[in-house]
């Protein structure tokens, strides 16, 4: 099955400075990728995805890559704030499989005032 | 427009009770999904509804069983709980097709004493 793996487990950024999360995934037929922000105590919740068919999208200070020949995709954050502290969970969505999310073990971004 | 709601918020058992941790959407979502969350492990998927009448394994269902009841609601069952079952539960829906996201509920907090 699907495996996603999430890099790094934890991330300190100056506010202001950009941050990137690194995810791989290992099956090729994954065509779903979506990003999850948790704050604490918080539910997940979406904050961009990204379809195989499309390598860059946007959506103001925050971007999502996919390089599909090596699998792996990364969120991009720019100008970091306070408010982006928060624990990031990257997705794959492997075709056929009546769209169960297969989560990487998550990222801990803290912004420093 | 509540999306997905789940009760209880928290709960503390004796080892060896049960316990239902009910679910309910109302966004007409085919797809209903229970995931429990452990520091350092990320979401794994627990048991899966891809549509009503229909439930599969996850990635660990030893311990649980599950119920679509209807098309709005997916409950998760402990028969027996035990120690290592304490963790944060949460739902979350999806439409029936592949490319989209879930929508979490805010989540159970449960304890196993």
């Known amino acids: 099955g699907e495996n996603v793996e999430q890099h790094p487990s934890t991330l300190s950024v100056q506010e202001g400075d950009s941050a990137v999360i690194k995810c791989t995934y290992s099956?090729?037929?994954?065509?779903?990728f979506p990003w999850y922000k948790q704050e604490l105590g918080k539910r997940p919740q979406l904050i961009i995805d990204?379809?195989?068919?499309?390598g860059e999208k946007k959506d103001q200070r925050i971007a999502v890559t996919l390089n599909k020949t090596a699998k792996h995709f990364s969120l991009h954050i720019t100008e970091t704030q306070p408010e982006d502290s928060a624990v990031y969970f990257c997705a794959a969505s492997m075709e056929g499989s009546q769209g169960n999310l297969i989560f990487g073990k998550g990222t801990k971004l803290s912004v420093k005032p | 427009n509540a999306g997905v709601t789940q009760t209880p918020k928290f709960q503390v058992l004796k080892t060896g009770q049960s316990m239902t941790l009910q679910c309910a959407q109302d966004m007409n979502h085919n797809s209903m999904y229970w995931y429990r969350q452990d520091p350092g492990m990320g979401l794994r998927l627990i048991y899966y509804?891809?549509?009503?009448?229909?439930?599969d394994k996850g990635e660990v269902p030893n311990g649980y069983n599950v119920s679509r009841l209807n098309k709005r609601e997916f409950s998760l069952r402990l028969e027996s709980a035990a120690p290592s079952q304490t963790s944060v539960y949460f739902c979350a829906s999806s439409t029936d097709r592949q490319n989209y996201g879930y929508t979490f509920g805010s989540g159970t907090r449960l304890t196993v004493v």
């Open positions: 509804s891809a549509s009503e009448g229909t439930t």
């Open positions: 099956d090729s037929a994954s065509n779903y």
């Open positions: 990204i379809r195989s068919n499309v």
